[in-house]
T-cell receptor, first 113, second 115 residues
Framework: DVKVTQSSRYLVKRTGEKVFLECVQDMDHENMFWYRQDPGLGLRLIYF???????EKGDIPEGYSVSREKKERFSLILESASTNQTSMYLCASSRATTTDTQYFGPGTRLTVL | AQSVTQPDIHITVSEGASLELRCNYS??????LFWYVQSPGQGLQLLLKYFSGDTLVQGIKGFEAEFKRSQSSFNLRKPSVHWSDAAEYFC?????????????FGAGTRLAVHP
């Protein structure tokens, strides 16, 4: 089975802190994704990566950056956390083929105080 | 622009009753369509997907969905709901943006099941 793991299930940070969310997948997938989930808005794509050191902006990249130094690991960085970044963050991975499925991690619920 | 609409935010059904969750999409070409389920505090799990061929797709946990091109719909159905089906359900379409494939999600439908 594909496994996508995220470093924390719950995280509480203060405004202005630098926050790292880590995601690891064990299926040698080329593509990795970071989404933000908010009630009534579904999932919105923040950033994705289709290869090591490659990244593309999604729909809501403002206030976020990403890093992919190894194929299995994709990090989401909040350079200076703000209260409006309180949300559920979901990581996903997939193969590079058009028809492939995205597999999701359990999510990190981030609260910024 | 590609989009997905799930018209029902909340649905409540009795255990054993049938279920239909609605999904409408907007996409110019042949869509790749997905239904995911999210149990409380969990990530998303794929229920089923449609790429081509038979328009009635069978998934896990007894769910099925029917692709209707004329109605731009991909509704999810289950003949008899179990209490464990209480969760949030997301419909998604795979579209192309900036030269890359990406999933576009609906806002979700939260299902409650009465005993």
């Amino acid at each position: 089975d594909v496994k996508v793991t995220q470093s924390s299930r719950y995280l509480v940070k203060r405004t202005g802190e630098k926050v790292f969310l880590e995601c690891v997948q064990d299926m040698d997938h080329e593509n990795m994704f970071w989404y933000r989930q908010d009630p009534g808005l579904g999932l919105r794509l923040i950033y994705f990566s289709y290869d090591v050191k490659m990244k593309e902006k999604g729909d809501i990249p403002e206030g976020y950056s990403v890093s992919r130094e190894k194929k299995e690991r994709f990090s989401l960085i909040l350079e200076s956390a703000s209260t409006n970044q309180t949300s559920m963050y979901l990581c996903a991975s997939s193969r590079a083929t058009t028809t492939d499925t995205q597999y999701f991690g359990p999510g990190t619920r981030l609260t910024v105080l | 622009a590609q989009s997905v609409t799930q018209p029902d935010i909340h649905i409540t059904v009795s255990e054993g009753a049938s279920l239909e969750l609605r999904c409408n999409y907007s996409y110019g070409a042949t869509p790749y369509l997905f239904w995911y389920v999210q149990s409380p505090g969990q990530g998303l799990q794929l229920l089923l997907k449609y790429f081509s061929g038979d328009t009635l797709v069978q998934g896990i946990k007894g769910f099925e969905a029917e692709f209707k091109r004329s109605q731009s719909s991909f509704n999810l159905r289950k003949p008899s709901v179990h209490w464990s089906d209480a969760a949030e359900y997301f419909c998604a379409v795979k579209g192309i943006s900036g030269g890359y494939n990406k999933l576009i999600f609906g806002a979700g439908t939260r299902l409650a099941v009465h005993p």
